[in-house]
């Protein structure tokens, strides 16, 4: 499923034109970037659904694969979810 065909079905079931639910799914999407960016813990939970958490990976040291060659990984974030028991159960 793309975002278009997501924009649609939210169109569909809520009874709302698509231009009103692409605006609703963008700013539910920029929600959940602002909260993982702006809270210390990174979180974000929708009962049911599941959650986002913000993790930070640790440097690493990896090998480049076109030349073999060591090279050190820089600290990242990085976001994971876990999905909630209801949509677990959905699947």
């Known amino acids: ?3 278009s065909d997501l924009v649609d079905m939210m169109a569909q ?3 709302i034109t698509k231009v009103a639910a692409g605006a609703a799914l963008n700013s539910f999407i920029d929600g959940i970037g602002k909260a993982l960016k702006d809270k210390k813990d990174g979180k974000v939970t929708l ?3 599941g959650t986002f958490l913000k993790t930070v990976r640790k440097a690493r040291k990896g090998r480049n ?3 073999g060659e060591a090279i050190k ?3 990242s974030n ?3 979810f876990r999905p909630g028991k209801k949509l677990k159960e959905g699947i």
């Open 73 to 75: 990984i820089k600290k």
């Open 47 to 49: 009962v049911g659904f």
């Open 78 to 80: 990085v976001v994971k």
């Open 65 to 67: 694969p076109r030349t």
């Open 13 to 15: 079931d809520a009874g």
């Open 1 to 3: 499923m793309t975002k």
